[in-house]
């Protein structure tokens, strides 16, 4: 079993920065790729950004190219998503998730965590 545990989330004005972080405790933690998603009031959940086990490999939605960054640290079992240039379209409970492959579909993941707000002002 694998727990996932997001922190990081808050109020922020539009052009600011958060940085997400994804704590995973479980087993083989390192052969999981890790991906965020994120779900905003009356929508979808979508696709953010994605990463390989090994670091190697990242993927973005387009609405957050070069605005956001996902990385990873296997040493402390964590997941980042730092989120410079903040737009009030970002506003959304965040959610990491991983699995066996950094996909862009939410059912490609099989553990999900809790999710944290982000809430952008304009």
């Known amino acids: 079993q694998v727990q996932l545990v997001e922190s990081g989330g808050g109020l922020v004005q539009a052009g600011g920065s958060l940085r997400l972080s994804c704590a995973v405790s479980?087993?083989?933690?390192?052969?999981?790729?890790m991906g965020w998603f994120r779900q905003a009031p009356g929508k979808e959940r979508e696709f953010v950004a994605a990463?390989?086990?090994?670091?190697?490999?990242?993927y973005y939605a387009d609405s957050v190219k070069g605005r956001f960054t996902i990385s990873r640290d296997n040493a402390k079992n964590t997941v980042y998503l730092q989120m410079n240039s903040l737009k009030p379209e970002d506003t959304a409970v965040y959610y990491c998730a991983a699995g066996p492959n950094p996909g862009l579909r939410s059912y490609e993941y099989d553990y999900w965590g809790q999710g944290t707000q982000v809430t952008v002002s304009s």
């Open positions: 990463i390989s086990w090994g670091g190697s490999r990242t």
């Open positions: 479980g087993r083989t933690y390192r052969t999981y790729a």
